[in-house]
């Protein structure tokens, strides 16, 4: 099958279409109907009667937008109606709700007169938080937006228009950085004239670019004096026309710095390019075909060219999910009466400094494992990047504030992205308070792996975020030529073992194993050579607080030396792995997933006391499962016996406050209609948050059933049991996992010192 074919069918696959309504609170019961309609939403209706604002607190409206098209200039298709355009508007929900949580009404009106249009528009501002006007031709998009602007007081935004001026002033704001050109002295050529490319030019002023600097071709050629003297161009061209000779494209092009395409494809040649300015742009956005190609254009000439096209298929593809959905998510939150110029410059400044930023793993290989690094290449963030949330609608939402528009005044920024972050998963939420714990007292981490590419990027990423102090173990001149390489401001603390004198770790490690076969001269080639015994000693000395290791090593092999040299805590036998599973609505932790293999009764009482504990430093209440295949003695055998044993003399310890009990099923674990009803002896009157499993084999298969079917997104193992904090990485982990658990060695580290 085809591309048309797969869309047909994707869109035609049960139910029809992209988008469905879903509720937000309970209806399960009587009560719950009375107070979702009658009788009990009278009482929200008088509030409101009341006071107008109180729709912000009573209805979805503050999260939800219009999308309102009548299908007059559909990108790529033209004037195709409002029934046909419907598809495309159901995707821009989507992509709303996709990227920024908001959700949305498509509305399709089968209007082509300009004040009809403007007239249903306006009637429904009662029903909106914000207008997305789509796919409507111009000239007539500019006067329904300025009179729908001027007339409502919600944030009316026409996409097509704002849009790729937003996005493209990123790349130019970049550009020039990466160039060392000034904005002010800029000559931009721009090829086309409607919406997208008026307001181009008109953003292009907003970020720097004097407007006489700015020529703009219609299909006719440039946009001059004489034309408009002629009575050729409407009032929206006629802002761009100059005193300059009549002429093509190509005699606009000659000299300039910067091509911006919002036309048709394949008019640029080679030598047109060739024709520029030295160490030109080259922004070329016409679809589906460029008007010159991304390779063509780099091609063109032997200086620096930054291209950007409008494809995905070559680096820096201008796209307008980059803007739409962020601006509207800050504009929302803080209630804006408008979308107005400063939140479009703070936008596309935003999106400019991000991809200056380290890029996460994850990113990267969404995008097929491409470089992704600051640079001529990469100028501009792309649209998977999660970032792009927590960067865009601050700024944008600060902007409002800053300019009188918002209705809705955030105090406290820092926890306004925290909120957002929320809204990109329950993961990143628990996160979010392990690194605001960190950064209130960042300790020392050893890192075994210094040399490795992810250890150095997430090192990096450990000091932008104030959460530790890192301590890179490796070779100097190659951490400080990778560190070079990845572009990183970075300057990090390396401890090179063929530079250190390490007499004093090695006689610590002697003396720690001089009694179980190690003779001196192995400490001191261990110690040189093996930074997972450097670094188990930097932390059992208290040269460092806390140590990480595994990315490059068998899971056994690397947790060896930390075993070996810092050893289980004073009232611990046994260490665990733990992984904390987040889903929409609910976390859980769970044991031991990496370490005992046949544990017994006293080792899963330990574990599940020691996980206990980790959940706390998440700010989850831990309530224990101890899990097996028989509920509370329905089977009675050796396996069924040793979590029951478990769960009691996990119960009978007078240090244990929270509930335990077991053995149980994993569905009774979790469902609280089992627990209350065929279970209520039991000791837990709430699902589980600590599950605790009979053995490894099952622990390990468990934990990647529900990471894999429940849509969970896992982070660990967390090692417990040790004496000091010591993580062991799995083989693979990205730079995000390899931060998130220096994290919680940091709040290990500090639970550690405060118990001291």
Do not use: W
């Not at 403007?118 to 009662?126: D, F, I, K």
């Not at 589980?688 to 468990?702: C, K, R, Y």
């Amino acid at each position: 099958m085809g591309l048309d074919e797969d869309a047909l069918d994707y869109h035609a696959r049960d139910p029809p279409g992209k988008i469905s309504i879903s509720t937000t609170k309970p209806t399960n019961t009587q009560r719950d109907l009375s107070l979702a309609y009658s009788p009990g939403v009278a009482a929200p209706c008088e509030h409101i009667d009341e006071d107008e604002t109180e729709a912000y607190t009573y209805t979805a409206k503050s999260n939800l937008v219009g999308v309102i098209s009548n299908g007059s200039a559909v990108l790529g298709l033209g004037n195709i109606g409002a029934d046909a355009a419907k598809p495309v508007m159901e995707g821009k929900g989507v992509l709303f709700k996709r990227f920024a949580d908001i959700d949305v009404f498509d509305i399709e009106l089968d209007l082509s007169d300009t004040d009809a249009l403007v007239e249903s528009v306006l009637a429904m501002e009662p029903t909106f938080g914000g207008i997305n006007l789509e796919d409507i031709r111009a000239p007539e998009c500019f006067e329904i937006e300025a009179r729908l602007r001027e007339q409502m007081d919600i944030p009316v935004f026409h996409d097509d228009q704002h849009g790729t001026a937003i996005i493209t002033g990123a790349g130019l704001l970049n550009g020039v950085e990466i160039l060392d050109k000034e904005l002010d002295d800029l000559t931009v050529v721009i090829s086309g004239a409607g919406a997208s490319a008026i307001a181009t030019g008109r953003f292009y002023t907003a970020l720097g670019v004097p407007r006489e600097n700015i020529t703009m071709c219609d299909s006719q050629g440039i946009l001059t004096e004489a034309r408009a003297e002629a009575g050729e161009l409407n009032e929206y061209k006629a802002a761009f026309t100059r005193d300059v000779p009549e002429g093509g494209l190509a005699a606009a092009m000659v000299g300039a710095d910067v091509f911006v395409g919002l036309s048709v494809g394949d008019i640029v040649s080679p030598e047109m390019v060739r024709s520029m300015a030295a160490n030109p742009m080259v922004f070329a956005m016409a679809n589906p075909d460029p008007e010159i190609g991304y390779q063509a254009a780099k091609t063109a000439r032997g200086d620096t060219v930054i291209a950007a096209t409008g494809r995905s298929d070559f680096p820096n593809q201008i796209n307008n999910v980059l803007g739409f959905p962020f601006i509207f998510r800050g504009a929302l939150d803080v209630r804006a009466s408008e979308i107005n110029e400063e939140m479009k410059v703070a936008a596309a400044e935003a999106l400019g400094d991000l991809a200056q930023e380290d890029v996460p793993d994850k990113v990267v290989q969404a995008y097929g494992d491409q470089p992704l690094q600051f640079g001529p290449e990469y100028v501009i963030p792309k649209p998977l990047d999660p970032r792009v949330l927590l960067r865009v609608a601050p700024a944008v939402a600060k902007a409002a504030m800053e300019t009188g528009v918002a209705r809705h005044v955030i105090e406290d920024l820092e926890a306004y992205r925290e909120d957002l972050e929320a809204r990109l998963g329950k993961s990143r939420e628990m996160m979010r308070i392990i690194y605001n714990k960190a950064k209130s007292d960042p300790k020392r981490v050893a890192l075994a792996e210094g040399a490795d590419e992810k250890t150095i990027r997430a090192a990096n990423q450990m000091v932008d975020a104030e959460i530790a102090e890192p301590v890179l173990i490796g070779d100097r001149e190659t951490i400080t030529d990778r560190v070079e390489q990845l572009g990183l401001e970075f300057d990090p603390e390396i401890l090179d073992p063929q530079q250190a004198d390490l007499t004093v770790q090695s006689d610590h490690l002697y003396g720690q194993r001089q009694r179980k076969g190690m003779t001196r001269s192995e400490a001191r080639d261990l110690v040189t050579k093996d930074p997972n015994y450097l670094a188990s000693v930097l932390v059992d000395r208290g040269e460092a607080d806390a140590m990480l290791t595994g990315l490059t090593y068998h899971y056994p092999s690397a947790l060896r030396p930390p075993l070996q040299v810092i050893g289980t805590a004073a009232d611990a036998e046994f260490a665990g792995g733990v992984y904390m599973l987040t889903f929409q609505n609910r976390v859980v932790f769970v044991a031991d997933a990496t370490v005992n293999r046949d544990p017994s009764a006293a080792c899963l009482e330990e574990i599940a006391h020691h996980t206990a504990s980790l959940a706390r430093e998440f700010n989850v209440e831990p309530r224990v499962a101890m899990l097996s295949y028989s509920d509370f003695g329905s089977v009675d055998d050796d396996a069924t016996r040793v979590p029951r044993k478990a769960a009691k003399q996990l119960r009978n310890r007078p240090d244990v406050e929270y509930p335990v009990d077991g053995e149980m099923q994993a569905d009774t674990a979790l469902v609280e209609d089992m627990l209350t009803g065929t279970y209520d002896f039991s000791e837990l009157s709430e699902p589980a948050t600590v599950l605790v499993f009979p053995n490894l084999e099952a622990g390990n298969i468990g934990y990647k059933i529900l990471q894999r079917l429940g849509n969970a997104e896992a982070i660990g193992p967390m090692l417990v049991g040790m004496d000091q904090p010591v993580h062991v990485l799995q083989r693979g982990d990205s730079v995000a996992d390899i931060v998130n658990l220096a994290a919680v060695a940091v709040v290990d580290a500090q639970e550690q010192s405060s118990g001291s």
